[in-house]
């Protein structure tokens, strides 16, 4: 069955960078999109970015455009979420959600979250 | 941006009740919505997709329907482990935005 596995959270201070990894298993990799999606402390669920099933596609909330970086690595099977400029703000567990398919691009399965808490 | 509300915020029910949850979107969407479950410390649990389609797994009791800019999440007997927060989300359009999530709790 699909296996998704968050790694790569932490304690940073603010400004400095993290990289967050999402390990997948129990699908056809290459024909997979993911998102990234972050709760904060207490709050509700917030949309963070998607790379299509091709990877011809890439989005980010207007919140983390130009500091967030969303890649895959086909061959660990591997999603990734490259973090800099971080802020307090940013403070929240993420999770990682595979796309149903390339039309329905929803989450179907997703990750157990890493928590990452930005922090001087 | 679509924006998705949700309501009611919260609700008290009890086992076996009928439970009925809405997210209205800014503009029309046509059915690109999802409704997710979510328990404390836990990760989301997907249950449906394009307004009305179950995801694997997911119980018969759980219904989705559509109608224009409105979508709705039934729940038609309330069970003990379906004692959670339920959110929507829109999908036709970047970002995918939630909604601000329905506690269900128990009367």
């Known amino acids: 069955q699909v296996r998704l596995v968050e790694s790569g959270g932490g304690v940073v201070q603010p400004g400095r960078s993290l990289s967050l990894a999402c390990s997948a298993s129990?699908?056809?990799?290459?024909?997979?999109?993911m998102n990234w999606v972050r709760q904060a402390p207490g709050k509700g669920l917030e949309w963070v970015a998607s790379f299509s099933h091709d990877g011809s596609k890439i989005y980010y909330a207007d919140s983390v455009k130009g500091r967030f970086t969303i890649s895959r690595d086909s061959y660990r099977n591997t999603f990734y979420l490259q973090m800099s400029s971080l802020r307090s703000e940013d403070t929240a567990v993420y999770f990682c959600?595979?796309?149903?398919?390339?039309?329905?691009?929803?989450?179907?399965?997703w990750g157990q979250g890493t928590l990452v808490t930005v922090s001087s | 941006d679509v924006q998705m509300s949700q309501f009611p915020s919260s609700l008290s029910a009890s086992v076996g009740d009928r439970v009925t949850i809405t997210c209205r979107a800014s503009?029309?969407?046509?059915?690109?919505v999802a409704w997710f479950q979510q328990k404390p410390g836990e990760a989301p649990r997907s249950l449906i997709y394009a307004a009305s389609n179950f995801q694997s797994g997911v119980p018969s009791r759980f219904r989705g329907s559509a109608s224009g800019t409105n979508f709705s999440l039934t729940i038609s007997s309330l069970q003990p482990e379906d004692f959670a927060t339920y959110y929507c989300?829109?999908?036709?359009?970047?970002?995918?935005?939630f909604g601000p999530g329905t506690k269900v709790d128990i009367k």
């Open positions: 129990g699908f056809i990799f290459r024909g997979s999109g």
């Open positions: 503009q029309g969407i046509t059915n690109y």
């Open positions: 989300q829109q999908y036709y359009s970047y970002p995918h935005t």
């Open positions: 959600g595979k796309m149903s398919s390339p039309i329905h691009t929803t989450p179907d399965s």
